[in-house]
């Protein structure tokens, strides 16, 4: 049985590594100046594509948008 003594503390805390690293990168993004803050801003978002699939055959892909919530 290993130790609890070396688990990361994001993982102590209940989170997954990309929830911590998301958290990291919101507290830096907000705390510079401008310009530099809308810049890191506009290049937080993500596109991509989903696709269902139905008898082995992917259907017609969805594009979503994932900005955070203001």
Known sequence: MASNAAVPFWRAAGMTYITYSNVCANLVRN???EPYKSEAITREKVHFSVSKWVDGKP????IRSDTPEE
């Open 59 to 62: 259907q017609k892909p969805i």
């Open 31 to 33: 705390c510079l100046k």
